[in-house]
């Protein structure tokens, strides 16, 4: 079985109207319809840095006690748990884009290396 929902929690936390914090959430694996349901939306259509937004509002099935977050929430996150909630996006659905394998030359065992953390060094 192929896991498609994961927890994360966020660094700072959004906090609503009532001023509750909500740190913890669950973000699911993106389809092909999250992304052209994404492109088709009115904000994305006159505003393209709004496509981060509204992905995400789709992909985050809980927030704290938020229940499918819409994009309204997203765009009021702390700059620091957007641009968490992206890199989490991007780990989930690159399907090991950045994974490679390689050898040790000392005991011929084969493992995965994470390219993408090498480049952040």
């Known amino acids: 079985m192929i896991q498609t929902e994961y927890q994360f929690s966020l ?3 959004f906090i609503d109207e009532n001023g509750t914090l909500h740190r913890d959430g669950i973000m699911r694996l ?3 319809l999250d992304e052209l349901e994404s492109l088709r939306n009115p904000l994305v259509k006159g505003h393209d840095s709004y496509l981060s937004v509204v ?5 985050v099935v809980h927030l704290g006690s938020i229940e499918g977050p819409g994009p309204e929430v997203i765009e009021r996150l702390f700059s620091a748990d957007f641009a ?8 989930l659905n690159d399907g090991g884009a950045g994974l490679a394998e390689t050898q040790c030359p000392e005991c011929g065992a084969r493992f995965p290396v994470d390219l993408t953390a090498a480049v952040g060094g």
Request: aromatic letters at 10%; proline letters at 5%.
């Open 55 to 59: 992905l995400l509002s789709r992909v």
């Open 30 to 32: 993106s389809t092909a």
């Open 11 to 13: 660094p700072c936390g």
């Open 84 to 91: 968490y909630l992206q890199e989490l996006f991007v780990r």
